[in-house]
């Protein structure tokens, strides 16, 4: 088993920054694909970055790329989401989420067997 926890979320002005982190038990977290997703009231949740296990590939969706970067310190058991530049339309529940195989591919919720229990983004204008 794996548990995650998410911790960084706040409230920010639009334009600002915020690190998101993931806290992961279990030595196996060291060979889990990690993403971040988030969900808005009234959306699906959605796919925000995806990282390896080794943390040499990494995934964004169109959204956030360029803005956004996703990390990892498997020592650490940690997962990061560095949120720069942020917009209005980030404001969510962030969640990471892990996973061995990620069957369905990276960027879909369903391929992540282990979620963290959400952190909240707030991004005023």
């Known amino acids: 088993q794996v548990q995650l926890v998410e911790s960084g979320g706040g409230l920010v002005q639009a334009g600002g920054s915020l690190r998101l982190s993931c806290a992961a038990s279990?030595?196996?977290?060291?060979?889990?694909?990690m993403g971040w997703f988030r969900q808005a009231p009234g959306k699906e949740r959605e796919f925000v970055a995806g990282?390896?296990?080794?943390?040499?590939?990494?995934y964004y969706a169109d959204s956030v790329a360029g803005r956004f970067t996703i990390s990892r310190h498997n020592a650490k058991n940690l997962g990061y989401l560095e949120m720069n530049s942020l917009k209005p339309e980030d404001t969510a529940v962030y969640y990471c989420?892990?996973?061995?195989?990620?069957?369905?591919?990276?960027?879909?919720?369903?391929?992540?067997?282990?979620w963290g229990q959400g952190t909240q983004v707030t991004v005023s204008l």
């Open positions: 989420a892990a996973d061995l195989r990620v069957q369905f591919g990276i960027h879909h919720a369903v391929s992540y067997e282990y």
């Open positions: 279990g030595r196996a977290f060291r060979s889990y694909t």
């Open positions: 990282i390896s296990w080794s943390g040499y590939n990494t």
